[in-house]
């Protein structure tokens, strides 16, 4: 059956791979490689077959982020037909399977969960947090002055930095109040602990992270002080005329979609949508 669906989609592909070229070229090429212009370092013009986009898988995966999270077209720039994404994205993907068929298999990758101090990174980017979830002695060094700014491509040449255990004062930052982190993982072979084989989720653990969760939604400190997505996410607008389940399908999809950093299938969406419903 596996091989069934990708010789389909290799047929499908090579169908509609003029038509991908086309929708680039008529969509794309005005900010990524016309007249010298080249936005995001992304020269599409240099693409005249499908052979040169399948060889590059890395840029492959962008151009379908890109029209998937509807970046592109960018907003002062007509948009796609909701029909033409969709069959763009479907040709698009059966471009990267087939390339991604024909690359050498690496061997399996064993699933594991995160650690405190990921979970914690994880959460304060998904919700914009503007403090910590929890306060953790892993995090060792604090920026003062904001010198990490890998975008700039430029190191001061004096930096100031503070170690939690040598201070006090470097304990005290704004965190979400009665949110605590659960338990340290225990370090593995050389010290570290994030080995996939020792991240495994108990059920017992699976009730701690149940618990976290809710403590940090039911924190006194989770409102729109503190959470920069608080407007878009939680707040429904008065003059919307749709009904809130619509509502919370359109929202959650968004913030799946960064949660799981990928397309996500319409059943994942309706699960949670399910649960806000209950």
């Known amino acids: 059956m596996r091989m ?16 991908v070229l086309e929708v680039l070229q008529r969509n794309c090429v005005q900010c990524h490689g016309k007249d ?32 998937d999270f509807e970046e592109m ?24 399977l087939e390339a991604v068929s024909k690359k050498k298999l690496f061997s399996p990758t064993p699933i594991r969960r995160m650690n405190r101090f990921q979970y914690h990174n994880a959460v304060q980017d998904l919700l914009g947090l503007t403090c910590t979830v929890y306060s953790l002695p892993e995090r060792m060094i604090r920026d ?44 593995a072979e050389h ?23 809710q403590s940090i939604t039911g924190s006194q400190d989770f409102g729109p002080r503190r959470v ?24 959650l999809w968004k913030f799946l979609r960064r949660a799981f950093r990928g397309r996500i299938k319409s059943e994942v969406v309706d699960r949670y949508v399910g649960f806000v419903e209950k």
């Open 228 to 251: 920069g997505i608080w407007k878009e996410f939680f707040v429904l607008d008065p003059r919307e005329k749709r009904e809130v389940k619509v509502v919370v399908r359109e929202r």
């Open 144 to 187: 003062h002055k904001g010198y990490f700014k890998p975008a700039s491509g430029k190191m001061d040449n004096l930096i100031r930095v503070g170690s939690r255990p040598l201070g006090k004062s470097q304990l005290i930052e704004p965190r979400l109040a009665g949110v605590a982190a659960f338990p340290q993982d225990l370090r």
């Open 73 to 96: 077209p960018p907003e002062d720039e007509p948009p796609l037909e909701v029909g033409e994404r969709k069959q763009l994205l479907a040709d698009l993907e059966a471009l990267r």
């Open 4 to 19: 069934l669906k990708l010789t389909f989609l290799m047929f499908f592909s090579a169908l509609n791979g003029a038509e």
């Open 36 to 67: 010298g212009k080249v936005k995001g370092k992304t020269n599409l013009l240099e693409i005249t077959d499908l052979d040169h986009l399948k060889g590059d898988l890395e840029l492959l995966q962008q151009i379908i982020d890109a029209i």
């Open 191 to 213: 010290g570290f602990d994030t080995q996939a084989d020792h991240l495994s989720m108990s059920p017992l653990l699976m009730e701690s992270f149940l618990k976290l969760g």
